[in-house]
């Protein structure tokens, strides 16, 4: 008996197949390596939002930064992975425990940089200029806005960045009253977070307050996560610290820490990285609300 849930998918699969192979070719035309790196590791970045999957004594990665990272600190100038990583208790309309994630990263580079790489690489994907998110037309040919965290705060938050961060609400805040209104003419880079919310960015050089990272957003969705990385390996491994009794405050599980990516940061110098949901990118592409509709099988699938 044909099984018409797998069945129905056929014409969004063989999308995703197109787009993907698109991708794939953006990159390789502008001279990146495509590279592959072991999906289960010893150590993933700790973040308190975040909860690994095990995999008896190591873990499956919840993003290969760590490793693409070390090789840009071993002298590969520009790099991109597209890769399968797992997240504990992600299920939803929009999330999946198990996800495939866009990675690029490139040396001499910034957050400036990606996003302007973001935007060629969204006009490649929808040479049309424009995308259709719930009846709602997004322009992909003008400039994509700019916004930082502050000033949206300013428009659409009930209190400033500040206060949010001073009373815990800025997660709620920034989920509930300020992404449902981004990205729904053109795409949104929400940029400068606060350097309480730096994660493994450098902070800005003209405004210790913030770190030079964005998320982008189209109709609502958040997409990518972006940095201009951080190089001390003194700071990051007190950002790890620090996030690491966070955790157990929270009583969360321990996780050690990725000793071999801090030891060779040393060697890492200025660049920036990215990493881009695909699953979420072909729901806004294909038109869907369900990230179900672009995978072949989802867990409760199986």
Request: a negative charge; charged letters at 25%.
């Amino acid at each position: 008996m044909t099984n018409w849930s797998l069945a129905r998918k056929k014409d969004n699969l063989h999308k995703r197949a197109r787009i993907v192979q698109t991708i794939r070719a953006f990159f390789i035309d502008r001279d990146f390596l495509e590279v592959e790196t072991p999906l289960r590791i010893p150590a993933n970045a700790p973040e308190i939002h975040i909860l690994a999957e095990p995999s008896g004594d190591w873990f499956l990665q919840t993003s290969p930064e760590l490793c693409m990272k070390r090789l840009l600190a071993a002298n590969y100038p520009r790099l991109f992975q597209i890769s399968r990583c797992w997240r504990q208790q992600e299920r939803g309309s929009r999330h999946l425990p198990e996800f495939t994630m866009l990675e690029w990263y490139q040396t001499a580079s910034d957050y400036l940089d990606l996003m302007n790489c973001c935007e060629e690489l969204l006009r490649a994907l929808a040479p049309e200029g424009r995308i259709l998110v719930q009846g709602r037309s997004i322009n992909l040919t003008a400039p994509f806005k700019r916004l930082s965290v502050e000033q949206a705060f300013c428009q659409y938050g009930s209190s400033s960045m500040e206060q949010a961060l001073a009373d815990g609400s800025f997660d709620e805040q920034i989920a509930i009253q300020i992404e449902p209104h981004l990205g729904w003419t053109t795409p949104c880079f929400l940029y400068d977070y606060p350097a309480e919310m730096a994660a493994l960015a450098r902070k800005k050089p003209s405004d210790p307050r913030v770190a030079e990272r964005f998320e982008l957003y189209i109709g609502g969705l958040e997409l990518a996560n972006a940095f201009s990385e951080l190089t001390d390996p003194t700071e990051q491994r007190l950002r790890f610290d620090e996030e690491e009794k966070a955790r157990r405050t929270a009583a969360l599980p321990p996780y050690p820490l990725p000793g071999k990516f801090l030891d060779e940061l040393t060697y890492l110098s200025d660049c920036a990285g990215i990493a881009l949901g695909i699953d979420r990118l072909l729901m806004l592409l294909i038109g869907t609300g369900d990230i179900r509709d672009v995978v072949a099988f989802a867990p409760e699938d199986l």
